[in-house]
T-cell receptor, first 120, second 109 residues
Framework: DVKVTQSSRYLVKRTGEKVFLECVQD?????MFWYRQDPGLGLRLIYF???????EKGDIPEGYSVSREKKERFSLILESASTNQTSMYLC???????????????????FGPGTRLTVL | RKEVEQDPGPFNVPEGATVAFNCTYS??????FFWYRQDCRKEPKLLMS???SGNEDGRFTAQLNRASQYISLLIRDSKLSDSATYLC??????????FGKGTTLSVSS
């Protein structure tokens, strides 16, 4: 059974603090993702990584950075937290499913339980 | 046109009803399609993948219409436990999925 864990369920930080959100998966998945979920906006992709030390910007990368030093771990960093970064942060992982031809399609994404971050 | 669009609902139905959700997507090159379910204050979990030929899993039926670029989810004989938000998910670019904002279903007795 796939397990994706996140370091904290709830986190309260002050404006300007540096925040680290950690995510670990135990299924040797290639891909890992960070999303934030806000009411009325749904899930929005912040960053993703398809291999160790590789990262790609998602739809809303501003104010965030990521680190993938080991395959099982993907960290989201808020360099200087701001109140508009108060949100639910969800990590996910997936195995790449190859298709004949050039386009690779993703397999099911498995989500961690989420971290509810409040920035005061 | 938004990449993935769903009717947010809420859909309020009695137990035993049949309910259908539709979702449209903008990128005709999309290859993978899924329905995820998200319970209140929980993470999204895969409900079912959507295959070109359509597929069924118990009371749930998913269909794909590539020509019109929409997918659907049909739930028959609704149960109270089906109350949740249903997310339409489509792959738009390699290795990343795009999630719709979700359709909320509330089943009442």
């Amino acid at each position: 059974d796939v397990k994706v864990t996140q370091s904290s369920r709830y986190l309260v930080k002050r404006t300007g603090e540096k925040v680290f959100l950690e995510c670990v998966q135990d299924m040797d998945h290639e891909n890992m993702f960070w999303y934030r979920q806000d009411p009325g906006l749904g899930l929005r992709l912040i960053y993703f990584s398809y291999d160790v030390k590789m990262k790609e910007k998602g739809d809303i990368p501003e104010g965030y950075s990521v680190s993938r030093e080991k395959k099982e771990r993907f960290s989201l960093i808020l360099e200087s937290a701001s109140t508009n970064q108060t949100s639910m942060y969800l990590c996910a992982s997936s195995q790449v499913a190859g298709l004949a031809g050039a386009l690779l399609s993703t397999d099911t994404q498995y989500f961690g339980p989420g971290t509810r971050l409040t920035v005061l | 046109r938004k990449e993935v669009e769903q009717d947010p609902g809420p859909f309020n139905v009695p137990e035993g009803a049949t309910v259908a959700f539709n979702c449209t997507y903008s990128n005709s090159a999309s290859q993978s399609f899924f329905w995820y379910r998200q319970d209140c204050r929980k993470e999204p979990k895969l409900l079912m993948s959507v295959y070109s030929s359509g597929n069924e899993d118990g009371r749930f039926t998913a269909q794909l219409n590539r020509a019109s670029q929409y997918i659907s989810l049909l739930i028959r004989d609704s149960k109270l436990s089906d109350s949740a938000t249903y997310l339409c998910v489509v792959n738009i670019r390699e290795t990343a999925l795009i999630f719709g904002k979700g359709t909320t279903l509330s089943v009442s007795s």
